[in-house]
């Protein structure tokens, strides 16, 4: 079991299951198919590292998102349909369409949310394993468990 | 953040509760970037990146409907990205039919966009940039824009300041008349943490350089040295047509908001180096290197060998001189290979404003001799229809390649194919 600290851009408190993908994670790429066809595997062909896994209700854990511009508010739907991973948790400073999808997510919603926590570091990305237990805590806290 | 009077009122919710919610959104989004303050949107129009009625993006049409129903609408016109299909463009029955549903919520949508401020029918085009869509921000303009490709060329090739916010919140700034002033708003988030030194042997295809650097630099702002010498040091029609394929690569494969090219863009010709940080990280870009970068574009195709059923160029959104330019090395590789329409079933995209111009030329009619198609749609949205992703497309653009199952091939091979091979 290791323990991280990163900054809470939209808080809350789950437990889920790891999906780690260490190249930046293009929002639209590996989500759209979800929409279209009810499907909930990433799909974007450019990422081996998730290439087909499983992204609802998991802990993805990822250095940034990438892409189009349309990423904040994939999350954001996302949330809203109960389709999103259980949190986002990022090893570098939050980009800025991530933010924005959690911050629509938490300004916005009423019942779904994401807990969103960046800067957890280099060695939080090194460190986790598809497959590890996460447990976020409100103040930031990230737990990695195997 | 410190607000002003009037931010802090609209915050306190003197224009409704919703108003106070698209602020509480805005301020919250900047602080998590460090903004101490908001500033006005200073560009004439704004510029939306949603242009599609996706069935399952409801919930962005129902927080819409709100702003609507409570009149929070945009306090500047805007155009928008494109529209999604085009009955002009080849699908089978049921691809039409999957079409339609996937797509359930456009008409309400289009309703919403034009209740919301949109400047006007001819307005869905990624590149509301050139002259013949008119929404060209000037030097120094602050922007409320999405669309990842219109913001990086707003930003390094126009000189204007955006930062790559999302879709909704782009709509949030221009319906505030503020955006939280952080990153490329500020002469600091625009300085260059990279040094591109570009050693090929000619003039790279703007769509494989473009890739390349935003795959290794990601987020942050390259200073590429090396592309004047081919591109020139003035911002020629040719040249704007070269970075806007070349920025939306860089946007795409990773997520570039502004780069400097030395001796041709605004910022890099005023402040030269003084733009470039200390300590910033050198790329070395040689032919090898392209073509490394090139060979390790991943295909899902189930059968490689499949014969393409689709062609499509002009993501981002073609200039007339592409238009044209494409027209006359088609009719010259079909007339050297005796045929007289490609081979595969061809589509060109381009805005409205383009379309209508070129069709005042003598190129409309010799293009549609050879059989191409030309449509105003979005082909990335297109292809989220789920019976394409299972057919063989082919694209010269990265951008479509990085978000659909179309295959990359650059755009020496694509005539080859198009006009010769057909395979």
Same mark, same amino acid.
């Given at each position: 079991?290791?323990?991280?600290?990163?900054?809470?851009?939209?808080?809350?408190?789950?437990?889920?299951?790891?999906?780690?993908?260490?190249?930046?994670?293009?929002?639209?790429?590996?989500?759209?198919?979800?929409?279209?066809?009810?499907?909930?595997?990433?799909?974007?062909?450019?990422?081996?590292?998730?290439?087909?896994?499983?992204?609802?209700?998991?802990?993805?854990?990822?250095?940034?998102?990438?892409?189009?511009?349309?990423?904040?508010?994939?999350?954001?739907?996302?949330?809203?349909?109960?389709?999103?991973?259980?949190?986002?948790?990022?090893?570098?400073?939050?980009?800025?369409?991530?933010?924005?999808?959690?911050?629509?997510?938490?300004?916005?919603?009423?019942?779904?949310?994401?807990?969103?926590?960046?800067?957890?570091?280099?060695?939080?990305?090194?460190?986790?394993?598809?497959?590890?237990?996460?447990?976020?805590?409100?103040?930031?806290?990230?737990?990695?468990?195997? | 953040?410190?607000?002003?009077?009037?931010?802090?009122?609209?915050?306190?919710?003197?224009?409704?509760?919703?108003?106070?919610?698209?602020?509480?959104?805005?301020?919250?989004?900047?602080? %998590? =970037? &460090?903004?101490?303050?908001?500033?006005?949107?200073?560009? +004439?129009?704004?510029? !939306?990146?949603?242009?599609?009625?996706? *069935?399952?993006?409801?919930?962005?049409?129902?927080?819409?409907?709100?702003?609507?129903?409570?009149?929070?609408?945009?306090?500047?016109?805007?155009?928008?990205?494109?529209?999604?299909?085009?009955?002009?463009?080849?699908?089978?029955?049921?691809?039409?039919?999957?079409?339609?549903? %996937? =797509? &359930?919520?456009?008409?309400?949508?289009?309703?919403?966009? +034009?209740?919301?401020? !949109?400047?006007?029918?001819?307005?869905? *085009?990624?590149?509301?940039?050139?002259?013949?869509?008119?929404?060209?921000?000037?030097?120094?303009?602050?922007?409320?824009?999405?669309?990842?490709?219109?913001?990086?060329?707003?930003?390094?090739?126009?000189?204007?300041?955006?930062?790559?916010?999302?879709?909704?919140?782009?709509?949030?700034?221009?319906?505030?008349?503020?955006?939280?002033?952080?990153?490329?708003?500020?002469?600091?988030?625009?300085?260059?943490?990279?040094?591109?030194?570009?050693?090929?042997?000619?003039?790279?295809?703007?769509?494989?350089?473009?890739?390349?650097?935003?795959?290794?630099?990601?987020?942050?702002?390259?200073?590429?040295?090396?592309?004047?010498?081919?591109?020139?040091?003035?911002?020629?029609?040719?040249?704007?047509?070269?970075?806007?394929?070349?920025?939306?690569?860089?946007?795409?494969?990773?997520?570039?908001?502004?780069?400097?090219?030395?001796?041709?863009?605004?910022?890099?010709?005023?402040?030269?180096?003084?733009?470039?940080?200390?300590?910033?990280?050198?790329?070395?870009?040689?032919?090898?290197?392209?073509?490394?970068?090139?060979?390790?574009?991943?295909?899902?195709?189930?059968?490689?060998?499949?014969?393409?059923?689709?062609?499509?160029?002009?993501?981002?959104?073609?200039?007339?001189?592409?238009?044209?330019?494409?027209?006359?090395?088609?009719?010259?590789?079909?007339?050297?290979?005796?045929?007289?329409?490609?081979?595969?079933?061809?589509?060109?995209?381009?805005?409205?404003?383009?379309?209508?111009?070129?069709?005042?030329?003598?190129?409309?009619?010799?293009?549609?001799?050879?059989?191409?198609?030309?449509?105003?749609?979005?082909?990335?949205?297109?292809?989220?229809?789920?019976?394409?992703?299972?057919?063989?497309?082919?694209?010269?653009?990265?951008?479509?390649?990085?978000?659909?199952?179309?295959?990359?091939?650059?755009?020496?091979?694509?005539?080859?194919?198009?006009?010769?091979?057909?395979?």
């Amino acid at each position: 079991m290791k323990e991280f600290k990163g900054r809470v851009i939209a808080a809350g408190e789950v437990t889920a299951e790891a999906v780690v993908t260490r190249q930046g994670f293009n929002t639209l790429a590996s989500m759209q198919m979800m929409f279209i066809q009810s499907k909930t595997k990433c799909v974007d062909q450019s990422n081996p590292d998730i290439y087909k896994k499983i992204l609802m209700g998991k802990a993805l854990c990822l250095p940034q998102t990438i892409g189009s511009t349309t990423g904040g508010m994939f999350l954001y739907s996302a949330v809203q349909s109960g389709k999103a991973p259980a949190c986002l948790l990022f090893s570098k400073e939050i980009d800025s369409l991530a933010a924005a999808g959690a911050v629509l997510a938490d300004v916005w919603s009423e019942n779904a949310k994401m807990p969103t926590i960046d800067k957890l570091g280099d060695e939080f990305l090194e460190y986790v394993q598809d497959g590890d237990t996460i447990t976020v805590k409100p103040d930031g806290t990230v737990i990695v468990d195997r | 953040m410190e607000l002003t009077r009037e931010q802090q009122a609209l915050l306190d919710g003197a224009k409704g509760p919703t108003m106070a919610k698209v602020m509480k959104t805005l301020v919250q989004y900047g602080e %998590v =970037f &460090g903004a101490e303050k908001m500033v006005p949107v200073t560009g +004439e129009y704004g510029h !939306l990146v949603l242009s599609f009625g996706l *069935t399952f993006l409801g919930p962005v049409f129902d927080l819409y409907q709100k702003l609507i129903d409570e009149g929070c609408l945009s306090g500047q016109k805007f155009t928008c990205d494109p529209r999604p299909y085009d009955k002009n463009v080849p699908q089978n029955p049921l691809q039409k039919t999957v079409a339609k549903a %996937v =797509f &359930g919520k456009q008409a309400r949508y289009e309703k919403q966009l +034009e209740k919301l401020g !949109l400047l006007n029918e001819d307005s869905y *085009t990624c590149t509301c940039y050139l002259d013949e869509i008119g929404n060209t921000p000037k030097e120094g303009d602050v922007l409320s824009w999405a669309e990842s490709s219109a913001v990086v060329y707003a930003n390094s090739v126009l000189g204007a300041r955006c930062n790559r916010n999302s879709g909704i919140i782009e709509l949030f700034g221009s319906v505030a008349g503020y955006v939280p002033y952080f990153g490329f708003l500020t002469d600091e988030g625009r300085r260059a943490d990279w040094i591109v030194e570009l050693k090929t042997s000619k003039l790279p295809d703007a769509q494989i350089l473009g890739s390349a650097i935003g795959m290794k630099v990601m987020e942050d702002v390259p200073y590429v040295k090396g592309l004047d010498k081919y591109l020139g040091t003035e911002l020629t029609d040719e040249a704007k047509t070269y970075l806007k394929d070349f920025g939306a690569a860089t946007a795409s494969n990773g997520a570039v908001g502004l780069y400097h090219i030395e001796n041709l863009t605004p910022e890099a010709k005023a402040q030269g180096e003084a733009l470039i940080r200390e300590n910033a990280k050198v790329y070395v870009i040689d032919d090898a290197e392209l073509q490394r970068v090139k060979d390790g574009y991943p295909c899902v195709w189930k059968d490689l060998n499949a014969k393409p059923k689709m062609c499509f160029l002009g993501c981002p959104h073609m200039t007339l001189e592409q238009l044209t330019d494409w027209t006359q090395k088609i009719e010259a590789a079909l007339k050297e290979a005796g045929n007289d329409k490609v081979l595969v079933p061809t589509v060109f995209t381009t805005s409205q404003g383009v379309l209508k111009k070129f069709n005042q030329t003598v190129y409309a009619g010799r293009l549609a001799k050879t059989g191409v198609i030309v449509s105003c749609i979005c082909p990335l949205m297109f292809m989220d229809n789920p019976l394409w992703q299972h057919e063989p497309v082919i694209t010269s653009s990265n951008k479509l390649r990085t978000y659909t199952t179309a295959r990359f091939y650059d755009n020496a091979e694509i005539l080859n194919i198009i006009t010769k091979e057909g395979k």
